[in-house]
């Protein structure tokens, strides 16, 4: 008995003097594992893309969804619809003439770090590109139908990964109506008006809690080709250079299975872009557009781009399930909720902070885990041994020692 006792005490004081070395260990191995655990990550992805390509087909079925036309209402319906399980607001705002309604979509509400996914909704007014032979509305397939048809399945799928903190889809009206020439009976406001006003709305408690912003635009094409959209956060384009290339988006990288990849992303090719990841980006939040700005064309905002060709056909399941599945791993590995302490890249235009001290981050956040489990050792061990000691003392008084 007063063997086995003092055996269970010692027993107990080697555990606890193991366990900071044990994780130290983990923390040296840390971009090994988490290799391996994408991987495995990958496997479990639910994303559908046959489903996001039906919705581009529906969306499109709605006529074009400029920003005050039935079509757009039609479409702010059919988000009513299709979140149910989320909180939904509609923000309404006017620009001139033009009736601009945001639609905002929550989930876990107040629950740490924010993620916000977004996609404008709206189509253009005109097919304006000189390259299109009629100006009449385009059927915004590529341009407006996929991002809300990605934003969508991710809506259904979320629910079901657990997450731990708040996913905002934000579905912008009013992003593509620049430039528009006003004498063609059209009103012209500026570029992302619609996510400028969001911008807006938000307080500064919002603000500093959204730990990252991913604009999904134009992501439909058969014929994905992604580069580096600036102005961003260039943590955010690093984590999915990565969880790209081990899914094998990447040209001459090796994926999980070892197999080489194809051309999808390369973010060594660095374009500027006004889409509606710039308000976000001005105010200070980490942000990353991912559009493929070569529609159908090996030129840049030209081939398909606002223009009759705009259509279903040039949209595929598949590539919605690129982009999709690589937006679902980022999530489910809670690599987008955790970049929030990172800052905006150099390339910008912003007034805020202009280095990447991602790497200085997660070091501070190692070093202070390290110390808080030092801590929390040093506590339990002087606990445990004063329980021990107390007992000993107490046992001999009882003449049992
Ligand atoms: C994206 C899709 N954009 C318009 N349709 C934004 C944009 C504006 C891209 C101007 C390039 C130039
Ligand atoms: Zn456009």
């Avoid at 731990?164 to 528009?180: K, M, P, S």
């Avoid at 408690?205 to 730990?211: A, H, P, V």
């Amino acid at each position: 008995m007063r063997f086995n006792l003092r055996h269970h005490i010692s027993a107990i004081i080697i555990v606890i003097c193991v366990m900071p070395a044990g994780n130290s260990m983990l923390i040296s191995h840390e971009s090994e594992i988490q290799d391996s655990l994408i991987c495995e990550t990958i496997d479990f992805l639910s994303f559908n893309g046959s489903l996001a390509n039906q919705s581009v087909h529906e969306q499109v079925d709605m006529g074009p969804r400029t920003p005050g036309s039935n079509g757009s209402h039609s479409l702010r319906m059919y988000l009513l619809d299709h979140l149910r399980g989320w909180d939904l607001t509609f923000q309404n705002h006017q620009y001139k003439e033009l009736n601009i309604t945001n639609v905002e979509a929550v989930y876990n509400s107040g629950m740490g770090n924010i993620v916000v996914l977004m996609a404008h909704y709206d189509t253009r007014q005109l097919a304006d590109s000189v390259l299109s032979n009629n100006e009449s509305p385009p059927d915004g397939a590529n341009d407006g139908a996929s991002g809300v048809a990605a934003l969508l399945e991710l809506g259904r799928i979320i629910p079901e990964l657990g997450l731990n903190h708040e996913i905002r889809l934000v579905f912008t009206d009013a992003e593509d109506q620049g430039n528009l020439d006003e004498s063609k009976n059209v009103t012209s406001i500026p570029w992302a008006t619609g996510s400028q006003r969001w911008v807006e709305n938000l307080s500064q408690t919002e603000i500093d809690g959204i730990s990252s912003l991913i604009v999904l635009d134009m992501i439909g094409d058969k014929d994905l080709d992604f580069g580096k959209t600036i102005p961003a956060n260039n943590t955010l384009w690093d984590i999915t250079q990565r969880l790209a290339k081990l899914m094998g988006l990447v040209e001459s990288e090796t994926d999980c299975d070892g197999e080489l990849g194809e051309p999808v992303f390369d973010i060594s090719d660095v374009n500027y872009i006004t889409d509606d990841h710039v308000p976000p980006h001005n105010v200070g939040i980490p942000v990353m557009d991912i559009i493929d700005i070569r529609y159908g064309s090996e030129e840049v905002l030209s081939g398909h781009w606002h223009t009759e060709n705009d259509t279903i056909d040039k949209v595929s399941a598949d590539s919605l399930e690129k982009v999709g599945k690589l937006v679902e791993l980022g999530l489910r590995l809670g690599m987008w909720s955790g970049s929030n302490s990172t800052s905006n890249d150099s390339n910008s235009n912003s007034s805020l902070s202009s280095n990447d001290p991602i790497s200085d981050t997660s070091i501070e956040n190692e070093e202070n885990t390290y110390r808080l489990m030092i801590g929390l050792f040093v506590f339990l061990f002087i606990l445990i041994s004063s329980l021990a000691g107390a007992w000993v003392i107490f046992a001999e008084k009882q003449g049992e020692v």
